[in-house]
Structures are given as C-alpha cells and as structure tokens.
C-alpha cells in the first residue's frame, strides 16, 4: 500500500469548515482513500473512501486531485464533537484489512 | 443491527501470563482484524482473519496469535505478557469478500500489564 503523509495537527473554529489534507504520492491505480477518524479511547470511525472523483456523504466531502497524488477531507461545518485524530489510509479495493493508519492528523475544533 | 462487541474491556494481567481477548464480528460479517495501539506506536495491525483462515499477518513476534470460529466470532491470544504489551487492541469486521468497502472497528480491550 502507498505510504501517506498528514500535517501533525490542525486547529478549527466551531462551525467553520475543516479542511485536513493528505498527501500519497506513490498510490497506485488501483488504489482506494480511505479517511478514517478516532476520538478519545474509542474505536477508529469510518467516515469516507474515494478513488478519483469527489465524494460526499453525510459526513464529509472528499476532494482528489486529478493526479491523485493528494485529498482533502472537508468536514463542512465542524463542531466541538469532530475532535479527533483524523488517518488518511489507502488501500487496494476488496482486499484484505491490514490497515496502515500511520500518525494521523490531530484535529482541535474550538468554540 | 449489533456493532462490533469485544470483552472484557479491561484488563490487568501480570507479566508472564497470557491472555485472551474475544471478539465478536457485526451479524452476517466474516472478516475480522486486529490491532494494537500504544502511545509510542500508534495503531499497528496485527492480523486479518476471513472465514477461518488468517488473511494477512502484521509484524509481531509469535507470542500474538488469533484464531476465528465458524461463526465469525475471533479471539487472540497473547502469551508470555511483557510490560511492552499494555496497550487498547482493537478489532474490526468486515464483510470480506467483493463487496466490503469499510471496517466497523469495537471499543477495544484495555489490556494492562504489571
């Protein structure tokens, strides 16, 4: 699986968009993104995968360069409750599960 | 729908001892992995199983194993504790197969040893 590089931390005023970026320069055509999310001592959360057109869902759009050698998760209206570390992941569709969280971004949402 | 359940959710064990940790996959899902995430390294991936056969393995010394049973259900197992081994380990299902696009991950279990 290409590698992924994320800023260490973000800060983002509550009700402003977050916008976390990530960098796989090495990722290869077959290869999806993933975001993920984990707040405090909980489980990693889903939140959205893509593998070259923009996505939205009812969390998050994702935003993928044309070269795919970068995305943006966009959080539109961010709350207190997004804090979180945020992991840009990619993986081979339908492939097995051996996720490569690496350090993630630590996201700080603030009244 | 059930989300992922993994028991107990504590634990303190004394170097030396194993342990085992259970957990149970969403209903209808066949792919379970585990991790492991400490402070220092961050969530590391220890195993994959999908229909009772493990899938992929992570890099872990042969203390760590895993096991799933025809119901989906998973259990690993950690012998000869070290002090090293105190971390939250977490375990996510899958449906597996073509059409799994996400894991659902548990709690976890926060396994500490002294």
């Known amino acids: 699986d290409a590698k992924t590089t994320q800023p260490t931390s973000m800060d983002c005023a509550e009700g402003r968009a977050a916008n976390l970026p990530c960098n796989h320069s090495?990722?290869?055509?077959?290869?999806?993104v993933y975001w993920y999310r984990q707040i405090h001592s909980q489980g990693p959360q889903y939140i959205i995968h893509?593998?070259?057109n923009n996505e939205t869902n009812e969390m998050a759009s994702l935003i993928i360069t044309e070269d795919r050698k970068s995305s943006t998760l966009i959080l539109p209206h961010a709350t207190l409750r997004d804090t979180a570390v945020y992991y840009c992941?990619?993986?081979?569709?339908?492939?097995?599960?051996?996720?490569?969280f690496g350090k993630g971004t630590s996201l700080l949402v603030t009244p | 729908k059930a989300g992922v359940t993994q028991t107990p959710r504590y634990l303190i064990k004394t170097r030396g001892q194993q342990v085992t940790l259970s957990c149970s996959p969403i209903?209808?899902?066949?792919?379970v992995s585990w991790y492991q995430q400490t402070p220092g390294q961050g969530l590391q991936f220890l195993f994959e199983?999908?229909?009772?056969?493990?899938?992929n393995k992570g890099n872990f010394p042969g203390r760590f194993s895993g096991r799933q049973f025809s119901n989906s259900r998973s259990e690993m197992n950690v012998s000869t504790l070290e002090l090293g081994d105190s971390a939250l380990y977490l375990c996510?299902?899958?449906?597996?197969?073509?059409?799994?696009?996400?894991?659902?991950f548990g709690q976890g279990t926060r396994l500490t040893v002294v």
């Open positions: 996510a299902s899958s449906p597996g197969g073509a059409g799994g696009t996400e894991a659902f």
């Open positions: 090495t990722i290869s055509g077959n290869e999806y």
């Open positions: 893509g593998l070259k």
């Open positions: 992941i990619v993986r081979v569709e339908n492939s097995g599960y051996a996720l490569n």
């Open positions: 209903s209808g899902h066949r792919s």
């Open positions: 199983y999908f229909s009772e056969t493990q899938r």
